[in-house]
């Protein structure tokens, strides 16, 4: 099946600054990726996504690229900002294959947290 | 407002006492999933239902049980529950069986198995 590694497992960074966050994934017939944002106390929300006929996607201050050919994808935020200090989630799924469901496998996470 | 609800938030209990976590959705998806999140290993999939009576396995399936007798509805059964389902547990609902839509999720249930 199919394996999503993330790293780093924690990301301390100044406000003002750039964030990056990493996934691998094992599965080539995978081609979606969203990227989820948990904050404290709540369940995961999805901030942005990209799928395998792309290779980058922004919106605003985040933007997340794909190399499929390297199987990994990436999760950057610009300008940071001390609302943007939570616990990061990747993803990855086979998409649109009926079959499959919507089977989502997630990353490990990454703990963001925005010094002010 | 369009939301998943799960209940209760919190929950602590003994070994062996069966316990059910109710989640509803009301935004008519056909796909809910439920998901148990650890420290370090992500979120992993429990059981998922495509349709009202229709349920299968995830990644992590022993030591529950789900139904889907309605399609609002999507409770997680655990009948001789163990420590090491002490866990966070999350119930979600897409718009689609296909995937490459978003999933919504509830807000947790935390669960404590002494």
Redesign the interface.
Known sequence: ?EN?E?HP?TLSVQEGDSAVIKCTYSDSAS??F?W?KQEL??????II?I?SNVGEKKDQRIAVTLNKTAKHFSLHITETQPEDSAVY?CAA??????A??????????TRVLVKP | EAQ?TQNPRYLITVTGKKLTVTCSQNMNHE?M?W?RQDP??????IY?S?NVEVT?K??VPEGYKVSRKEKRNFPLILESPSPNQTSLY?C?S?P????????Y????TRLTVT
């Open positions: 099946g999503v993330q497992s081609n979606y969203p989820y106390g709540k369940g995961p929300q999805l996504d799928r989630f799924s086979r998409g649109v294959i009926k499959a469901g919507n089977k989502l496998t997630f990353g490990g996470g | 998943v796909y999933s998901y370090g290993l992500g979120l992993r999939q998922y495509m299968d995830g990644d999350f979600a897409s689609s069986l296909a995937g490459g839509y978003e999933q999720f509830g807000p947790g």
